[in-house]
């Protein structure tokens, strides 16, 4: 099923939102007025300029940070904190670093209560999934930053979340990797029919890999444009698997540089 078949299904409601920052001077609003609905299947990019709020919205979906006014449900019902519904994934990787490849990945199941044969299905799943099987007995502090991200993906889906946060997971990789790993979170969207909610500063990354793009405006935060886009879709579906630039492309390209710059 693809994600524009999904599209009836409202998985979170983000309505008037915002978050004001108490300081020993005077409150800070870092975001504003926020009305979103994301729906199963969506792969919404989020862009703007530094400090409008990006991921300050990104920790109150993760429910790592409450709203100060404004409302936010997920499945018709009121977030209070974190759960295994809503996986993130950080710029830095974060892997347990006394555990090797496959354990990290099986720790989630685990958690929940699987089996071991159950948890390491689901690993071996998600191992061949992100092509790291050959590496699946490595000691994580051996890979390569590329690699890291790979597992921190591989362990995320391995809890099987219902929404996937991604918090500038490919900032810090060079471009070529970047580039291999936009390819593989794109077959894996498509594959999975995951729902992705996914901050960057990269506006290529984002018209590359997302269905809906947002722009949010300076400080404070609020979506002043938003998106809906096929490259994605078309880049899955070609011989490549990569985005081919083309009028549209440069124009929307252009358009969201001055929205960033205004």
């Known amino acids: 099923m693809s994600a524009k078949k999904m599209k009836n299904e409202l998985l979170i409601e983000i309505s008037k939102l915002g978050v004001e920052y108490l300081t020993n001077s005077e409150p800070i609003r870092a975001i504003e007025n926020i009305n ?9 990019c989020v862009l703007g300029p530094s400090g409008c709020g990006k991921s300050t919205l990104l920790k109150v979906l993760a429910g790592f ?12 019902q009121v977030v209070a904190g974190p759960d295994w519904n809503r996986g993130v994934i950080f ?35 998600y191992l061949k999934q992100v092509d790291l099987v ?6 994580t502090f051996e890979l390569s930053g590329g690699m890291k991200q790979r ?7 391995a809890n099987e979340p219902e929404v996937m946060l991604m918090d500038e997971p490919l900032g810090a990789l060079d471009a070529l990797t970047r580039i291999h790993m936009q390819k ?10 995951n729902t992705i909610f996914m901050i960057t500063h990269d506006v290529d990354e984002a018209l590359s890999l997302g269905t809906r793009v947002l722009v949010m405006s300076k400080n404070p935060g ?30 929307l390209k252009e358009e969201i540089l001055d929205l960033i710059d205004t």
Do not use: C
């Not at 050959?134 to 000691?139: D, K, M, P, S, V």
């Not at 078309?234 to 698997?241: L, M, R």
């Open 36 to 44: 979103l609905n994301i729906y199963r299947g969506d792969f919404i």
């Open 65 to 76: 940070l409450q709203q100060t006014e404004g409302t936010f449900l997920m499945n018709g």
């Open 91 to 125: 710029q830095s990787a974060s892997l347990y670093p006394w555990m090797n490849v496959r354990k990290n990945i099986e720790f989630g199941p685990k958690m929940k209560g699987l089996s071991k044969i159950e948890s390491s299905k689901i690993a071996s799943h």
């Open 134 to 139: 050959e590496f699946e007995n490595q000691a």
């Open 151 to 157: 597992v921190a993906l591989a362990r995320v889906l």
């Open 184 to 193: 593989l979170i794109r077959n894996i969207w498509k594959e999975n029919h």
């Open 222 to 251: 609020t979506i002043i444009k938003e998106l809906d886009l096929d490259f994605i879709e078309n880049a899955v579906d070609s011989k490549t698997g990569r985005i081919h630039t083309n009028e549209k492309y440069l124009n």
